[in-house]
């Protein structure tokens, strides 16, 4: 009997040299989707002159931080920015994860005698949409929200695809034994969401929080079409703003008041790697608090009653 049953340990663990190669294999891997970032890094910290006379090197002949100091010529206009996007952030991840799980989880429902209406009706919105007109129509003459924050966060708030993906988890990981057991002890539906299905639902809250998080903060388009006050230009729009100033001016550089060496010296290319360092950065921070959640989602799958 034990003979067996170390036969089948065996069989089902890999022997050291495989286990040393398939490790060697994913941190090549790993290192490979890092490596891009650093190396925009490097750029960013890397002189205008010296990218220009030696091209993209690892290690740069002449470090330089003209790059972030031009950026950062903007002053408070920058800090004022990222306080909007996180502002934002935080504001839209919040409302997007109240709408999409109250909206995921009535559909889920199967004694929900409308699921189907409006599991359809989301559905439908990811084949066809308004149109931008009708789109700017309603944002700022029906709901007069230009020039607000509300402007940035509701457009994004709700995402049919997210919702799906919500319902899916809830039917496959929330059984109908727990919903009925709060039933039973005389629980509301929304005591029995907020008790009993949300912290089931962890993992896939969390998986559609980071979406939505990602998607408020790398949002410029919306702000270029609702936002016209400086004091509420996100981040992403103001670096936008900056880059394209930045090529104005090198187009247009006769009739510049700058001189020709101020403009030979401005960091096009290395300002444009610290803006992405800039932008991407902060967002990289995000994703440890995520993680557990990510790793409890693909094991919650696993358990079978």
């Not at 330089?64 to 306080?83: C, I, K, T």
């Not at 988890?169 to 005389?186: L, Q, R, W």
């Not at 950065?281 to 608090?289: R, V």
């Amino acid at each position: 009997m034990s003979s067996i049953t170390r036969k089948e340990r065996d069989f089902h663990q890999l022997s050291k040299p495989l286990n040393v190669l398939f490790n060697l294999i994913a941190g090549i891997f790993a290192f490979l989707c890092v490596f891009p970032f650093l190396f925009v890094v490097i750029i960013s910290f890397t002189d205008e002159g010296a990218l220009a006379r030696d091209g993209y090197r690892l290690f740069p002949s002449k470090w330089s931080l003209g790059a972030y100091r031009y950026v950062f010529e903007s002053g408070d206009m920058l800090l004022r920015s990222y306080g909007v996007t996180i502002l934002v952030t935080v504001l839209g991840t919040i409302v997007s994860l109240l709408f999409m799980s109250f909206y995921a989880y009535a559909i889920s429902r199967k004694s929900f005698r409308y699921r189907n209406f409006f599991s359809f009706l989301a559905f439908f919105t990811m084949l066809f949409n308004g149109g931008l007109v009708p789109t700017y129509i309603v944002v700022t003459q029906l709901l007069h929200l230009k020039d607000t924050i509300w402007a940035l966060v509701l457009p994004l708030a709700v995402n049919a695809f997210y919702i799906m993906i919500l319902r899916t988890f809830y039917t496959t990981s929330v059984p109908d034994a727990i919903i009925e057991s709060g039933k039973i002890d005389g629980a509301g539906e929304f005591r029995i969401f907020l008790t009993l299905v949300l912290p089931l639902s962890l993992p896939g809250l969390a998986t559609i929080a980071l979406f939505s998080t990602l998607g408020y903060w790398n949002d410029w388009f919306n702000a270029l079409l609702y936002i016209d006050d400086p004091n509420l230009v996100p981040l992403q729009s103001m670096l936008m703003r900056i880059e394209t100033s930045m090529q104005f001016l090198l187009q247009n550089s006769q009739n510049s008041s700058l001189s020709i060496e101020a403009l030979r010296s401005m960091p096009q290319d290395t300002s444009r790697m610290a803006m992405v360092v800039l932008a991407t950065g902060p967002i990289i921070f995000a994703y440890p608090f995520f993680q557990r959640y990510f790793i409890q989602g693909l094991t919650v799958g696993a358990v079978k009653e």
